[in-house]
C-alpha cells in the first residue's frame, strides 16, 4: 500500500523473473486481499478484492480462455473454500461473489474435462493449443488439479458434474503413467519403460543414470529441442518431419529421452499432482491402510545381490537396481540380480510394491 501510494498501481512493483507476470501484480494483489480478509474478517480487504476482481471476467485468464490462472485462480479457490475450511462463516462470505468464485471453478474444471473426452487418449491437452502443433510444460496430472477442486464443492444432485471430473482425473493419471502412443511413464520409478533424462539438476550430477523418483516430465512435445552438444540435429533425424506440412510425424508420438527445458517441471507442478493423487487415494480402500517404513537390506551371495525387508515379497513387487558403471536393471524382487561387471564400488536398488509403498537400500564397496 505504501508503493501503491507513492509511484501508483501499476508501478509499484519490480519484475524479478520472467514469469509470473501476466496479469503484472493485479493477481497477486487480488490474492493478498483475499488472504488477508479471511484471516482477519476486516471488510476493507473483501471491498479491495471485490471493487477490484471479477472472478468470471475475461481479462482473469491467460489468453482469454484458461481459466483460474496463477494468482487469480488461488483467490477464487481461497474464497470458495473459505467456510469448508472453516477460515471465516459462511454469513461473513459476499453471497453473490462466492457464487461467482464457485461457478468460475465449475466452468474451469468443466474445460477441462471437456479437453479430456475430445483427445483420443483421454488427457486434458487444450484445444486452443492443438491449432499451433506445439507443446511444453503439460503435466496431465498437474492439469487435472482443478478437477479435483471442483468436485470438492457441494453441487446438487441432479446437477453434479463430479463423475466427468473424477473420469478426466483417471484419464490423465493414465496417460502420465504410460497409457499414451510412447507406452512411457512420464513419472520417474514407475512403469517398465522410463526416461532417463530430466531436466533436473540433483538428477545431472549424482552417480546413477535414472532420476530420482516421482519427477513429472512433459508429457506431450512439440518435437527435440535445439541443444548446444547437437544443434538442430536431433530435430533433422526424425523422419517424417515435425514441420512437415503434409505428414508431420504424429503430434502426441513426439516423445524423445532427452534434455528438453519444455519439459521441465517447478515445485507448484508436482504440488497439484500431490493433491490430485491423495484425492483419488482418499476414495480407496487404501487410505485407511496402515504404514511405517520399512527396513530394506542387500544381500550378496556370490556375484549376485537379494532383497530383505520386513515385508513380504511377491511377484508383483518390482526391484530396480543400479550399480557402478551398470545400466538401471527392472527385475521382480523375488529375484536375484545378478551383476554383469566386478569389481562393483555400489549397488543400490529401489523395491516397490503394487499399492505404492517403497524400500531402499544400498552398500558401498559390495
Known amino acids: 500500500q505504501a508503493a501503491i501510494a507513492k509511484y501508483g498501481r501499476d508501478g509499484s512493483y519490480q519484475k524479478i523473473t520472467h514469469y509470473g507476470d501476466e496479469f503484472i501484480h493485479d493477481d497477486e494483489l487480488a490474492w493478498a486481499a483475499c488472504e488477508l480478509f479471511l484471516a482477519t474478517g476486516d471488510e476493507k480487504y473483501e471491498k479491495e478484492l471485490i471493487g477490484r476482481f471479477d472472478p468470471n471476467g475475461r481479462d482473469t485468464k491467460r489468453w482469454s480462455w484458461w481459466r483460474l490462472y496463477e494468482c487469480y485462480g488461488c483467490a477464487i479457490r481461497s474464497y470458495a473454500f473459505a467456510a469448508k475450511t472453516k477460515r471465516l462463516p459462511e454469513n461473513k462470505l459476499t453471497r453473490t461473489f462466492l457464487r461467482k468464485c464457485e461457478d468460475e471453478l465449475i466452468a474451469g474444471a468443466r474445460d477441462i474435462s471437456r479437453f479430456a473426452t475430445q483427445t483420443a487418449y483421454g488427457t486434458s491437452f487444450p484445444d486452443p493449443d492443438k491449432a499451433f502443433a506445439s507443446a511444453g510444460w503439460y503435466f496431465p496430472v498437474d492439469r487435472s488439479f482443478d478437477l479435483a477442486v471442483a468436485s470438492s464443492l457441494d453441487h446438487p444432485q441432479n446437477n453434479n458434474p463430479t463423475p466427468a471430473f473424477e473420469e478426466a482425473i483417471i484419464g490423465n493419471l493414465n496417460y502420465e503413467l504410460g497409457c499414451n502412443p510412447g507406452n512411457i511413464s512420464f513419472l520417474s520409478g514407475l512403469g517398465k519403460k522410463r ?172
Open 195 to 366: 526416461l532417463f533424462e530430466t531436466v533436473n539438476q540433483y538428477a545431472l550430477n549424482d552417480r546413477r543414470v535414472l532420476p530420482p523418483s516421482g519427477i513429472p516430465v512433459g508429457s506431450i512435445q512439440g518435437g527435440f529441442p535445439y541443444l548446444e552438444n547437437y544443434k538442430k540435429e536431433l530435430g533433422q533425424l526424425t523422419f517424417p518431419s515435425d514441420g512437415s506440412k503434409t505428414n508431420p510425424t504424429p503430434f502426441y508420438d513426439r516423445t524423445g529421452d532427452t534434455f528438453n527445458t519444455s519439459a521441465e517441471f517447478v515445485t507448484v507442478n508436482a504440488a497439484r499432482a500431490l493433491a490430485v493423487t491423495a484425492y483419488i487415494m482418499g476414495k480407496s480402500p487404501l487410505k485407511n491402510q496402515a504404514w511405517k517404513s520399512s527396513a530394506c537390506e542387500i544381500i550378496p551371495s556370490g556375484k549376485g545381490y537379494s532383497v530383505k525387508t520386513k515385508l513380504k515379497l511377491e511377484d508383483s513387487t518390482v526391484a530396480t537396481w543400479e550399480g557402478h558403471g551398470l545400466s538401471p536393471v527392472l527385475m521382480k524382487a523375488t529375484e536375484t540380480f545378478v551383476s554383469t561387471r566386478t569389481p562393483l564400488q555400489w549397488v543400490e536398488v529401489e523395491v516397490k510394491w503394487a499399492d505404492g509403498r517403497r524400500a531402499f537400500a544400498k552398500i558401498e564397496k559390495p
